[in-house]
C-alpha cells in the first residue's frame, strides 16, 4: 500500500484487490441477514428491513463494478488501469471520489462498450494468444476487465454517493396518508454509506409522489440535507417547517461501517487489540460496526404561522442521556451494532474491553448463519 494521506491508501496488486473486494462480498451477504434478524426481533418492519436489503444489495452491485475495473491492477504498465484508493483509517470503504468517478463513467458507458470488441471476439484472441504465443494476454485481459466494468454500469442497479428519495405508502386515516420516505449517501467526509427513513403523514389531498409541485422540491430538499454533521433532529424541524401539510413522525439514519480489518485498515484502541488476538482464518479478520440514529415525535402543536394562519408542528422527543452523561445527539435514541466472526467474538469476550458491554452482537458462524448476541 502507498500512502496518499494519512487516511487514505492505494491498493496496487491485483491479489491484493481481490480478496479486498471479496471481504466485502461477504460481509454484505451478512448484513442482509443482520437486517432480516432485526425483523425477526421487531426491530424493522418487514418494508424496513426490504428497503434496508435493496440498499445493501446495491452497495455489493457498486463493489463488484470497482472490483471488474481494478481486476487488472499491478498487472498493467502506465495510467491504467489505476488503483483502488481506500479510507483505511476511518471508513475501511473505498474513498467517496471512486463513487463520483463510476458515476461519470455510467453516463458514458455506452460510449465506451461501442468502443470495444465484443466478449466472444476477445475470447477468441485471448484464446489464440496463449495456445498460438504460448503467453498470458494480459492486455486482452485488462480489454475484458473494462468491458465487464462498463456492462455492470449500463445494467445498473449500484449505490451512488446521491441515492434520490423514494416512497412507499403505508396506509391512510380518513385525514391523511402514511408515508415512508427512504434515500441514502455515501457520506463524502466519512467515506461511509448512510441510510435515512422517514415516516411521516400527508394532510395534502393530493398523493405525495404523484404532486409535481412537493415531490420533486421534497426529494431536493432531503438530499441537501443529508450531511453527516447535521443532528437528525435539525434535519427533521427543517423539513417539518418547510412543508405545512407534510409531518415527520419518526427519522432514521443508519451509518454502514466502518469496517476494520488487522489486513487493510489501520485502528488503534481495543478493536485492534481484538482482531490482533484472534488470530483469524483468512478471511475472517473483520469486524463491521452498524449505528442506528431514531428521532421521534412525541406529539403535534399548532403553532401560529401569521396573522391569520398556523400550521402544525412536531415535538420531538429529546435523548434521554441529554444533559447527563452523553452530549445531546440530536436524536431520542443511538444504538451500535456490531458484525463479527466467531474468533474476533470470542477475543472480544475473553478482553472485555471496555465501551463494548452496551453495543449489540451479531456474530457470524458457521455457514454464514448470524447469531445475535448481548
Given amino acids: 500500500m502507498t500512502n496518499l494521506t494519512d487516511d487514505h491508501a492505494e491498493l496496487y496488486d491485483t491479489g491484493i484487490v481481490r480478496r479486498y473486494f471479496a471481504k466485502f462480498d461477504q460481509i454484505t451477504t451478512h448484513l442482509g441477514r443482520v437486517a432480516a434478524e432485526l425483523e425477526t426481533e421487531g426491530h424493522l418492519t418487514k418494508a424496513e428491513a426490504r428497503i434496508i436489503g435493496g440498499y445493501v444489495l446495491r452497495l455489493n452491485t457498486t463493489f463488484q463494478s470497482l472490483a471488474y475495473k481494478y481486476l487488472m491492477t499491478g ?34 458507458a455506452d ?38 466494468y462498463y456492462e455492470s454500469l449500463r445494467n445498473g442497479g449500484q449505490f451512488w454517493a446521491r441515492n434520490d428519495a423514494d416512497v412507499l405508502w403505508l396506509g391512510e ?69 418547510d412543508f405545512e401539510d407534510l409531518h415527520p413522525k ?78 445531546d445527539i440530536g436524536a431520542t435514541s443511538l444504538e451500535r451494532m456490531i458484525v463479527l466472526p466467531e474468533r474476533p467474538f470470542q477475543a472480544l469476550v475473553e478482553k472485555r474491553p471496555p465501551g463494548f458491554a452496551d453495543i449489540r452482537k451479531f456474530v457470524v458462524g458457521a455457514g454464514g448463519r448470524v447469531i445475535p448476541q448481548r
Fill in 75 to 108: 498487472r498493467i504498465d502506465g495510467p491504467l488501469p489505476g488503483k483502488l484508493t481506500f479510507d483505511r483509517h476511518e471508513s475501511g470503504f473505498p474513498i467517496a471520489q471512486e463513487l463520483l468517478v463510476m458515476a461519470n463513467d455510467a453516463q458514458q
Fill in 250 to 327: 419518526r427519522l432514521r439514519r443508519i451509518h454502514l461501517g466502518p469496517m476494520y480489518s488487522s489486513s487493510f485498515t489501520l485502528q488503534s484502541g481495543p478493536i485492534s487489540e481484538v482482531l490482533a488476538d484472534a488470530r483469524p482464518e483468512p478471511g475472517s479478520d473483520w469486524a463491521l460496526v452498524w449505528t442506528v440514529e431514531d428521532l421521534l415525535a412525541e406529539r403535534e402543536e399548532t403553532v401560529k404561522t401569521g396573522w391569520f394562519s398556523s400550521a402544525e408542528r412536531q415535538i420531538f422527543a429529546s435523548s434521554p442521556f441529554a444533559g447527563k452523561t452523553l452530549a
Fill in 111 to 148: 460510449k465506451h462498450l461501442a468502443q470495444l470488441p465484443p466478449e466472444a471476439e476477445i475470447k477468441d484472441a485471448m484464446i489464440r494468444q496463449i495456445v498460438g504465443e504460448l503467453a498470458i494476454p494480459t492486455r486482452l485481459q485488462f480489454t475484458m476487465s473494462q468491458r465487464l
Fill in 173 to 241: 386515516s380518513p385525514a391523511r396518508r402514511s408515508w415512508l420516505l427512504h434515500w441514502a449517501v455515501y457520506d463524502m467526509q466519512t467515506n461511509l454509506p448512510v441510510i435515512y427513513m422517514m415516516n411521516l403523514e400527508d394532510s395534502n389531498k393530493h398523493p405525495l409522489p404523484r404532486d409535481d409541485r412537493r415531490w420533486p422540491q421534497v426529494q431536493a430538499h432531503l438530499m441537501a440535507q443529508s450531511l453527516g454533521g447535521l443532528k437528525l433532529v435539525t434535519i427533521a424541524k427543517g423539513f417539518d417547517t
